[in-house]
């Protein structure tokens, strides 16, 4: 069992960056693939970033690759997404999933575990 909190949304002007992390519990976080998603109103979650257990992988969707940073410290338990030149399309509930094994999945389904949501907004 693994519980996760996200931090770091808030409001910011295109081009803009911001830090969100990943807080998790429990003593196996080195052992999940952790991933990003997001999901703006009348839209269905979608996969942004993943990131192999120790980090050794990273993935990113196509609309973020080049933008977006996922990156992981095991000792701390967290895992990160920089996002840098956002746009207002990047405007979303963000979310961070852990999935037990080294298999990042793209699919929501597959993934067990959630944290409640960050919210990120850009806008000028």
């Known amino acids: 069992q693994v519980q996760l909190v996200e931090s770091g949304g808030g409001l910011v002007q295109p081009g803009g960056s911001l830090r969100l992390s990943c807080a998790a519990s429990?003593?196996?976080?080195?052992?999940?693939?952790m991933g990003w998603f997001r999901q703006a109103p009348g839209k269905e979650r979608e996969f942004v970033a993943g990131?192999?257990?120790?980090?050794?992988?990273?993935f990113y969707a196509d609309s973020v690759k080049g933008r977006f940073t996922i990156s992981r410290d095991n000792a701390k338990n967290t895992v990160f997404l920089q996002l840098d030149s956002l746009k207002p399309e990047d405007t979303a509930t963000y979310y961070c999933?852990?999935?037990?094994?080294?298999?990042?999945?793209?699919?929501?389904?597959?993934?067990?575990?959630w944290g409640q949501g960050t919210q990120v907004t850009t806008s000028s």
């Open positions: 990131i192999t257990p120790k980090g050794g992988a990273t």
């Open positions: 999933a852990a999935r037990d094994g080294g298999y990042v999945s793209w699919t929501p389904n597959d993934y067990p575990y």
């Open positions: 429990g003593r196996t976080f080195s052992s999940y693939s």
